[in-house]
Nanobody
């Protein structure tokens, strides 16, 4: 059974940093690229970042480039999203996902999804 479980979301203040984790099981982790998405209330899910199977290639959405860093640990079968300089526009539910493709830039490219973790940034 494939499982992706996000953790680390909480209430923070503007300018704070936060690291999200995505623990996975039930599939061969290093055969899949990983991605992070965010969904704000009443809005569509937005691509944030993706990382290749080996971790050697990354790509970011324009709204988070330079502030967020995606990484992975292929021994621990876990992906991470380091978020710096958070602002209220970063509020939303954060999802991790896995794709068999080399990288995934849109949600329809992903095969497996977690349930999400809530991040709230107060002003």
């Amino acid at each position: 059974q494939v499982q992706l479980v996000e953790s680390g979301g909480r209430l923070v203040q503007t300018g704070d940093s936060l690291r999200l984790s995505c623990a996975t099981s039930g599939y061969t982790f290093d055969h899949y690229a990983m991605g992070w998405f965010r969904q704000a209330p009443g809005k569509e899910r937005v691509f944030l970042a993706t990382i290749s199977r080996s971790g050697g290639t990354t790509s970011y959405g324009a709204s988070v480039k330079g502030r967020f860093t995606i990484s992975r640990d292929n021994v621990k079968n876990t992906a991470y999203l380091q978020m710096n300089s958070l602002n209220p526009e970063d509020t939303g539910v954060y999802y991790c996902a896995a794709t068999i493709k080399n990288l995934g830039l849109s949600s329809d490219e992903y095969d497996y999804w977690g349930q999400g973790t809530q991040v709230t940034v107060s002003s």
